[in-house]
């Protein structure tokens, strides 16, 4: 018995096979070129087709399937909305990959249900029932696991904590993407350096060496690093608001852990005291003292790795 | 048979009988008194003792008992933190309730629980599965259900909204309630009314007729109420924040209903539009569309009609 987890991003398409117990079979990686719309679902439902005859050659059965989606699944009607797939406003994924996969049961969740579900199983949240990933990256959500189970929402868009109101007052800079993205993500990490050159003009720093439209949230951490002034002041920024974001899910969940991941998270896992530091001056404090802090296990499997945590219990439900 | 539903507050203990459909059979409530300790214990195995007692003589059963306490009950150890009453560090309730009942299985909660359970049974939560009760009084704090059952959290203090950030930078102010209660919960209109009026040697409407330490949160609303300049401040400052804080819990738990209740939301209930709107500048847009925001349908019923469904949903999962 195996099972077939898939991790769509917006750029490229993981697979991956593991046992019940979580042990990986194989992996690989499809980008996806310029494909939108039904090109990607055709690369999809190809994958799942390879990899069920690769099972059948090599013996083994692939008996559930799961994918993870850079955006919402439809639990109601099986389509799939995701903001970075051309054409994918409300995509057939469920019909197609069923099909695909002959009888085999198929699930799809949203990438920040699917991360949480990965470091679950296995993960830094193993044998939690109460536990969050916030993933930043160039966007912000949170998957959160609340009484064991995934948090989904009546309308399984629940976890939309880039939408979090953190700063007084109001901005119309907040109507597209929320206060904690437009703040704290990779996109606005970047934006405020660029505010923040553009109103400096005596600054002759690191961050000068590149036009402004090419610096991105890495050159921030490279300059940070280096102990550049203007790069201190968006990070020290940014630290406030991941802590309160932090805070507030510790005071609502009162979870055993939140795990910080996603791009961002990568260079930023160095600010996690700091992060730690901010957020236990705005949370509820014995919640406080009681959740741990710490970075994803997976990284870059986190996605993959839930979508076959995802396929597991999908089985379990059935069987 | 019968739920036999207890609400204990910081002044009084309501209990009410209800049949399992939710039928109301009989209430009534005293006051605390003095009482502190194991007064109030007394006083809740007493009325345990009495209802019995009438059951027999009425000639029905009381099957379950369901407590609603303010503070937190602890279900690993079954005893309860209430602040406001004396010697409530660790109260043992449960052995004490169980004792009384003879062989009646009972259920502690803390308040904010059993009020969206109160809602989910009898209110405005009816066949939610996805629902939150936003209580703002003195104190501040949220009942929330997922995926139909009650958040708790990893060691029962889940919904400690209070301690919600949402205004930089953070202040000392905040250490000994969280932001979100310091700014916009009653007793947070009261510092922020008496502040402004210390500050304000020019203002001499309505609020200048009491002494400062008098005036309470109902002051500040009729002074609103009156077209009162320094009330409308006040008033106008604690609709942003329950706006955001609506938007906040809209945003992470995409739920169908949220429902405003508490002693301040009696008299705030008339600026559920404004608040409505407040927050929906700041939620994500989707779930703000699909979100009902209104009043307690139970009002000071909801405790104690939450710990009677408590005391039904107990007895369901022994039989």
Chains 1, 2 share one sequence.
């Not at 660029?194 to 050159?219: N, T, V």
Request: glycine share 14%.
């Amino acid at each position: 018995m195996a099972l077939l987890g898939m991790d769509l991003g917006g750029t490229k398409l993981a697979t991956a096979v593991f046992t019940e117990d979580g042990e990986l079979i194989k992996k690989d990686r499809v980008f996806l070129d310029k494909r939108g719309g039904s090109g990607v679902g055709r690369l999809i439902t190809g994958r799942i087709r390879e990899t069920l005859d690769d099972a059948l050659r090599e013996n083994y059965s692939i008996d559930s399937i799961g994918i993870s989606v850079p955006g919402i699944s439809r639990s109601d009607s099986g389509t799939v909305w995701a903001p970075n797939i051309p054409g994918w406003d409300d995509y057939p994924l469920l019909a197609e990959a069923e099909s695909a996969g002959g009888n085999i049961p198929v699930v799809i969740d949203s990438d920040r249900a699917c991360y949480i579900a990965g470091e679950l199983w296995k993960g830094n949240a193993k044998g939690c029932r109460d536990a969050i990933f916030l993933s930043v990256g160039t966007g912000i959500g949170a998957g959160i696991i609340v009484n064991g189970d995934i948090l989904r929402g009546s309308h399984d868009i629940g976890g939309s904590i880039g939408w979090m109101a953190l700063d007084r007052p109001y901005s119309d800079d907040y109507a597209g993407c929320g206060c904690f993205e437009y703040h704290a993500s990779g996109e606005g990490i970047t934006r405020t350096a660029g505010r923040m050159l553009e109103k400096d003009a005596d600054y002759s720093g690191i961050l000068r060496d590149k036009p402004l439209a090419e610096i991105s949230s890495r050159d921030v951490f490279e300059a940070f690093e280096k102990g550049d002034p203007l790069a201190s002041l968006v990070i020290g920024d940014c630290i406030e608001f991941w802590g309160m974001a932090v805070a507030n899910l510790i005071s609502l969940f009162n979870p055993e852990v939140i795990i910080l991941g996603g791009g961002v998270f990568g260079p930023a896992l160095r600010f996690i005291d700091d992060i730690s530091k901010e957020s236990s001056r705005w949370a509820q404090p014995v919640s406080s003292r009681q959740v741990r802090i710490t970075g994803s296990a997976l990284g870059g499997d986190a996605g993959v790795t839930g979508a076959g945590y995802m396929a597991l219990k999908k089985l379990r439900e059935i069987i």
